[in-house]
């Protein structure tokens, strides 16, 4: 049996998990910078999970250290740097920033709670991809080394209760071949279903810095979440000024472009790559685009709202445009689409991101639809 | 739940001989008994204050999270822990080499003797092994009986007011004890007019159903007699500091929610000793293990890796004193002077510097000396009667002070005076700033006000007022604390629902 210590560490990862909550919206605008590139888990600091005491303030305390250095000599470092490694029991004061780490499904899982995300219903075809066992369930019958004994005792006290030959005096419980039980493995199939995420992103002079760390801000978060909805995921990334071409992920958030804005052309690229790589019948796409709203002419806007129509909105789960504001941005486009297909359109969803708090928001109305 | 072992036939063999040379240096120890164990047992151990067996709550988990984390990236290792009982368990890290644990049980015999026999020790129980396995027992108890979550939030509570202790009740004088007996004794005459059983129920957890017998013949009194005079009652909580005893005896909780509060501040008595003794313990167990090892336990092969271990050991920190190594060079420094007769009237009045350089009389008192240390001192009266100038200027001690023009913290003097100063109040009232009650019926009103004792440092205010509402859910009437901020005097008020700062 585990020790009692463990109950207790889940408890404080439950307090944690409950902080993170409480402070989604905080974390959700810091982005990216939390999940360090190429890693499954995420850090996040954590500052007041600590008891609250009367304690003294840290500045007006000073202190006294050892070493060489002239007065006015900084003596920053970290708090206990070089310290020994000798632990005393009983000695758990001074502050302690607490970096507490959680892997990305249960951050997932934490935005998906908060923002009441419905999961997502996969359309396309079902492929039979594996079966996974888990040992999740009790059966009566299986090998020793699965035996669950404390269940098996519980069974065995029931028998000998119910047939009363229990002495509470002589708490004798033996266990006959009929009580044993045993951990059992639940099989679960897993459905194949592959999903692409095709991000397009207007690069005119128009999208500043921080417009664009609103779009990789978001786009950070989505991903998170469809990953956890799709077992299998491809993202291709799209920018486009007068013209559009498919780039790398860095470039995407990285590269700022000049002159006008032709939408049409990232969405011709879009249905170029959907026709060449993606089947509609078997894959889940999912088609974003961001821009500040500013259109190069009417007659473009024509265009897009037929690709939308003719193409992309019937082959895709759902089409999502994202505006962010900006000081140049008229903001047009997003009233042509909204004059075309309402803000309740089925698949057409249209959000405005103000500014970075307003990101958790849009996420919602992004993928509140469960599509 | 025991996940420790014995120690090998080897070990065993070494603890013979570590004890033989402790013997030989005239060491007074507990019975010394080394276990063995993992890693992740030693995590748990540490998480839990060294006992095997706490009550249940996330804190332990918090640290153990925290010690396994710096373990396995290896930030961090813990050599071993010894706690203080009697007879004395100390524990050893499995995966650690000879020459560790030779090291650990040389400092080990150190701690034993000095929990010993230092007079700051000399009232705690040495059984608390079982004392924590029962609050551990009669905690989950209420958390089955009142639910977990309930239970555990009034911990969160009591564990911010935990540092709120009277160090004065550590060191009681025979008079004392003798009056509290008596007191005890006719208590329990009272008891069987009471009706009560007689159990082992906390003697804190007596006083609480005691102060609620006294409410209630008050009360009588006051029905009795039109003529109240609860305002005599007011005055015997004035300048108490023993915040979780007023609570028990004073505030409106239940029976269950006294008790708990009594376990927890049992415990937390029971490690006031080791929080202000932290110097000269730690001092003393390094001197012991440095002394043991060089002179005996040693093989010559091993001596460049315990050099580079001690060393690591000894590591000074510009940020905060090292108390390893400061304990360590006072003892030495002292042993050093009485040897040589660097003390008393005729040296320090001498004022031939050349002289007083080369003092030596022979003396030969310092062996003799540290050991009267040991017994009598604790960090405070050890730090202010024998740190000296030519001490800290060897030591290369300076304070530190924030600098807000450049906004980080910068050395800022080397002066004698004005390091043992700091030292000294750094480790006052073991690092907490004093609190006491100065009227528990404040405005007439049932509110409670505190003092904080102000000596020139400001509280944490963010931490203040969320000590506050705990303490608050506790009283359950406002709350105020006199202190002092920016220079000014202020009485922080809590509601129950914000915090106001009010100018005195």
């Known amino acids: ?371 | 739940m025991l996940r420790t072992k014995p120690i090998s036939k080897e070990l065993l063999a070494l603890q013979k001989k570590v004890q033989g040379h402790a013997d030989d240096f005239g060491l007074d120890y507990f019975p010394q008994v080394f276990e063995m164990c993992d890693y992740d047992t030693i995590n748990i151990l540490a998480a839990q204050g060294g006992f095997p067996i706490r009550y249940p709550h996330w804190k332990f988990g918090m640290d153990y999270d925290q010690l396994s984390k710096g373990y396995r990236y290896g930030m961090q290792k813990i050599y071993e822990m010894v706690i203080n009982t009697d007879p004395c368990y100390a524990y050893l890290l499995e995966v650690n080499n000879w020459l560790d644990q030779k090291l650990v049980m040389c400092h080990v015999y150190g701690h034993n003797d000095f929990f010993k026999n230092n007079m700051w020790f000399s009232n705690t129980n040495r059984k608390m092994m079982d004392v924590m396995a029962n609050n551990g027992s009669k905690i989950r108890r209420y958390m089955e009986r009142h639910g977990v979550n309930k239970v555990e939030r009034f911990i969160d509570r009591v564990l911010s007011l935990e540092n709120l202790l009277d160090m004065n009740m550590l060191f009681e004088t025979q008079d004392v004890k003798k009056s509290r007996f008596e007191k005890e004794l006719a208590f329990r005459e009272e008891q069987e007019h009471g009706g009560y059983v007689v159990d082992d129920r906390s003697s804190a957890l007596k006083s609480y159903m005691r102060a609620a017998d006294r409410k209630e013949s008050l009360q009588k009194l006051v029905e009795d007699d039109e003529a109240s005079d609860l305002m005599a009652e007011k005055n015997t909580t004035k300048g108490m500091r023993d915040i979780l005893l007023f609570l028990i005896e004073n505030a409106p909780i239940e029976e269950w929610q006294a008790d708990i509060i009594a376990c927890l501040r049992n415990e937390a008595y029971y490690f006031l000793p080791q929080r202000v003794t932290k110097i000269m313990n730690e001092g003393w167990a390094s001197y012991w293990h440095s002394t043991m090892m060089n002179q005996k336990v040693m093989d010559p092969s091993e001596f460049i890796e315990f050099a580079k271990k001690h060393a690591g050991v000894m590591a000074m920190s510009k940020k905060n004193i090292n108390p390893y190594k400061i304990g360590i060079e006072l003892f030495r420094d002292i042993e050093f002077r009485w040897n040589t007769g660097r003390f008393g009237k005729e040296y320090n009045s001498c004022t031939d510097m050349n002289a007083k350089e080369n003092w030596n009389t022979k003396a030969g008192l310092g062996r003799e000396k540290i050991f009267e240390i040991r017994r009598s001192h604790n960090d405070i009266s050890f730090i202010n009667e024998f740190l000296t100038p030519e001490f800290c200027n060897r030591q290369q001690i300076f304070t530190y002070k924030y600098n807000p023009r450049t906004q980080r913290m910068e050395i800022d003097t080397r002066d004698f005076q004005a390091i043992k100063q700091k030292l000294l109040s750094q480790l006052t009232n073991f690092g907490s700033p004093i609190i006491e009650v100065e009227d528990a019926n404040y405005k007439n009103r049932k509110e409670l006000l505190l003092k904080h004792i102000h000596y020139g440092v400001d509280l944490d205010m963010q931490f203040a007022s969320e000590t506050m509402s705990n303490l608050y859910a506790i009283w359950k009437r406002p709350i105020n604390l006199a202190t002092a901020y920016e220079d000014k005097k202020v009485i922080i008020n809590f509601d129950g629902n914000e915090m106001k700062v009010n100018n005195t």
Request: hydrophobic residues 30%.
């Open chain 1, 1 to 371: 049996m585990d020790h009692p210590i463990k109950r207790d560490h889940a408890r404080f990862r439950r307090i944690v998990k409950g902080k993170i909550r409480d402070n989604l919206r905080k974390y959700i605008s810091q982005g990216q910078q939390i999940i360090p590139k190429g890693s499954d888990a995420f850090k996040v600091p954590m500052p007041s999970i600590d008891i609250p005491r009367f304690k003294f303030g840290d500045k007006s305390e000073g202190g006294t250290g050892q070493g060489d250095g002239q007065n006015g000599d900084p003596v920053d470092g970290q708090p206990g740097e070089g310290e020994p490694g000798q632990g005393e029991a009983g000695e758990g004061e001074g502050a302690k920033e607490l970096e507490v780490e959680m892997s990305v499904d249960d951050l997932a899982k934490i935005l998906g709670e908060e923002l009441e995300l419905p999961n997502i219903e996969p359309k396309g075809k079902q492929q039979l991809s594996s079966t996974v066992d888990k040992y999740t369930s009790v059966g009566t019958t299986g090998p020793d080394s699965l035996k669950h004994v404390k269940r098996t005792y519980k069974e065995a006290l029931k028998r000998q209760i119910s047939m009363g030959v229990y002495d509470p005096m002589n708490p004798k419980v033996v266990p006959i071949r009929k009580d044993f039980r045993f951990r059992a493995a639940d099989t679960k199939i897993e459905m194949e279903n592959s999903a692409v995420v095709i991000y397009m992103m207007d690069v005119s002079g128009s999208m500043g810095e921080e417009q664009k760390e609103i779009v990789r801000t978001e786009s950070f978060w989505i991903n998170l979440w469809l990953k956890s909805q799709y077992k299998d995921i491809e993202i291709r990334y799209i920018i486009h000024d007068a013209t559009a071409k498919e780039v790398e992920e860095d470039v995407f958030f990285r590269t700022r472009e000049s002159g006008g804005t032709l939408i049409s052309s990232a969405f011709k690229l879009c249905k170029n790559i959907i026709e060449e790589d993606y089947n509609p019948a078997e894959w889940n796409i999912y088609p974003f685009h961001f821009s500040d709203g500013d259109n190069w002419s009417a007659d473009d806007t024509k265009v897009c709202l037929q690709l939308l129509d003719e193409f992309i909105l019937p082959n895709s789960n759902m089409f999502c445009y994202g505006q962010v504001e900006s000081r140049y941005g008229s903001g047009q486009f997003y009233k042509d689409l909204s004059q075309r297909y309402g803000t309740e359109h089925d698949s057409v969803v249209l959000s405005k991101i103000k500014n970075k708090d307003a990101i958790l928001d849009s996420i919602k109305e992004f993928l509140g639809k469960g599509k």
